[in-house]
């Protein structure tokens, strides 16, 4: 996503291409450039590409702000808050969002006020303020219903609903999805549809309702996922201090701690906690032996019940076991 903007006019244009491989070549030897320049600070294609895109933004929020085009500043703080939240960062995207926010009200669009409140929503969901997050969410939807922005609304409802699951509100978040998918099939917004069968398939199964869960025809496996999802999530768990080891071999659960192998080296942690998901086809063989000795203990994921691929329904339950530690 580039932001264009012509010094001599107060014209913007917003535009998404690819780059080509001669525009690819000149961002590398640009990084070759800088890295001579700057000894240590080993600029890859993808810094520098990002680093042309705030260049940009700097560029355009100044000419924006000069002509007084509050639109226009809605739309470019709206992005740079989607850059942060891309980063991890959730504060610098809360605060940018609030900014398109203050501009769209100032500009009196509606639709950029959408937008921002939705980036709004996502700010707080990723910090953990369901509350904050739902009231965003619900401003959003909102204004799409007055100005008919169906498209848009489809889902920050599928959001709302997954809220609304956390608070103990399933029944209202399964209303809530199947009105919205209503919505997606008339309008054949397919990717919201696959969003909206998958967040509902994940609501039953957390409800315990896996027959309904189960009859759901559902997309092909991973089509409803968004290709940004796994490295937005890999840079919000990067951010909050989670380390993230690839190629482990899990040894064996002792008094000692947790025994690893990584690639061939011999490792051991020491753990007070650990946490088990595992399976796709349930293995409960240790629970007789947790059972007579006493050991309280509780099942997750594909141990608890194998339902395809849901690794958000398995991270969830983990998530909730291991705050109740």
């Known amino acids: ?50 680093m042309l895109i705030v260049q940009a933004l700097d560029q355009a929020e100044k000419l924006a702000g000069q002509s007084g085009l509050d639109r226009e500043l809605s739309r470019l703080h709206y992005l740079r808050g989607n850059l942060h939240f891309a980063q991890g960062d959730g504060e610098a995207c809360k605060m940018e969002h609030e900014r398109a926010l203050e501009f769209a009200q100032r500009a009196g669009d509606r639709e950029c006020e959408a937008q921002a409140l939705s980036g709004l929503g996502d700010a707080h969901y990723a910090k953990g303020s369901m509350l904050s997050a739902h009231a965003a969410f619900s401003r959003c939807v909102a204004i799409c219903e007055d100005e008919g922005l169906a498209r848009f609304a489809i889902m920050n409802n599928a959001m709302i609903a997954i809220i609304d699951t956390w608070l103990g509100q399933g029944d209202i978040a399964l209303q809530r999805l199947a009105r919205a998918g209503k919505v997606a099939r008339e309008l054949r917004h397919r990717l919201a549809e696959a969003m909206n069968e998958q967040v509902t398939g994940w609501m ?3 409800l315990g309702r896996y027959d309904e869960a189960d009859g759901l025809s559902g997309p092909p496996v991973g089509g409803g996922l968004a290709k940004t999802t796994g490295w937005i999530r890999r840079a919000l768990l990067k951010k909050r201090g989670v380390a993230m080891v690839a190629g482990v071999q899990y040894d064996r659960i002792d008094d000692a701690g947790l025994a690893i192998t990584v690639d061939g080296k011999s490792e051991l942690l020491d753990v007070d906690t650990i946490v088990i998901c595992a399976g796709q086809e349930p293995r409960r063989e240790l629970v007789a032996g947790l059972d007579a000795a006493r ?26 076991v291991a705050i109740a530690l």
């Open 1 to 50: 996503m580039f932001i264009m903007a012509d010094a001599d006019s107060s014209d913007f244009a917003i535009v998404s291409a690819r780059i080509s491989p001669g525009t690819s070549d000149k961002l590398s030897r640009y990084a070759h450039f800088i890295n001579e320049k700057q000894p240590g600070l080993n600029a890859k294609l993808g810094t520098i590409v990002r």
């Open 295 to 320: 050991i309280a203990h509780q099942l997750i994921g594909g141990a608890d019940v194998a339902l395809e691929l849901d690794a958000k329904r398995a991270i969830d339950q983990g998530t909730r």
């Open 204 to 206: 039953l199964v957390m």
